[in-house]
């Protein structure tokens, strides 16, 4: 036995020789972890106060709101099985959600104002009527034919010919197919010398794409 003693001690000494590294390694951590948990005392001591207290406040708001807290997240539920087929596209509204936050303040200091500017140029200029009179020409002739006929479910004849003929110099002509090239800035327009300045421009495109889905719609 004393011999076999001998022997099995010798496998025990070589592997931790092999192993003094480590064991070194593993004895400077654990001096590190007492070190830090004998500074760490008071604050470990004060968790364990306060966890009984707390344990208790949990299990009060367990008992008393548990039957609330099931329907909530019962109807949480129901809400996020009607809500996945839009989860692509709500990704990108709650990302745009801290923006509008943070412009919130912007617009409403705190100061009794609002602070908005809103340019509207629906209708400046106006749209050109001039030249397509010819138009209602034709529905009026339809109408003749058939007093019950009705524009707007039936088809009538297109009119080639309608064209704005509003005198050259109309703000109004702005807006006529065959003075497109007047919208270019670089183009003199003969009737105003005034230098035309292109101005900046705001594609949403990118976003409606995105938020059309949640809408319910289909991009294109």
Avoid at 73 to 86: E, I
Avoid at 154 to 173: I, R, Y
Wanted: hydrophobic share 35%; net charge negative; aromatic share 4%.
């Amino acid at each position: 036995q004393t011999l076999g003693l001998i022997r099995d001690s010798q496998t025990v000494l070589t592997t931790q020789s092999d192993q003094s590294s480590a064991i070194k390694q593993f004895s400077t951590d654990l001096d590190a972890l007492t070190a830090q948990l004998r500074t760490s005392d008071p604050d470990i001591r004060r968790v364990i106060d306060n966890g009984i207290p707390a344990s208790e406040q949990v299990g009060s708001l367990v008992t008393e709101a548990g039957p609330a807290l099931t329907t909530n997240l019962s109807n949480l539920s129901a809400v996020a099985a009607a809500a996945a087929p839009t989860l692509p596209s709500l990704q990108p509204f709650l990302l745009f959600l801290p923006a509008l936050a943070g412009a919130a303040p912007t617009v409403a200091p705190g100061d009794g104002t609002v602070h908005l500017g809103l340019v509207l140029e629906t209708n400046n200029p106006l749209s050109c009527t001039v030249g397509y009179e010819g138009t209602m020409a034709i529905l009026d002739e339809m109408k003749r034919k058939d007093p019950n006929f009705d524009d707007t479910t039936q088809n009538f004849p297109l009119n080639t010919a309608a064209n704005c003929q509003a005198p050259q110099g109309s703000e109004t002509g702005v807006r006529s197919a065959n003075r497109i090239a007047f919208a270019d800035p670089n183009t003199s327009q003969p009737w105003d010398s005034k230098p035309k300045v292109d101005p900046d421009k705001l594609n949403l495109n990118p976003i409606a794409t995105q938020l059309a889905p949640m809408l319910g719609a289909t991009p294109k």
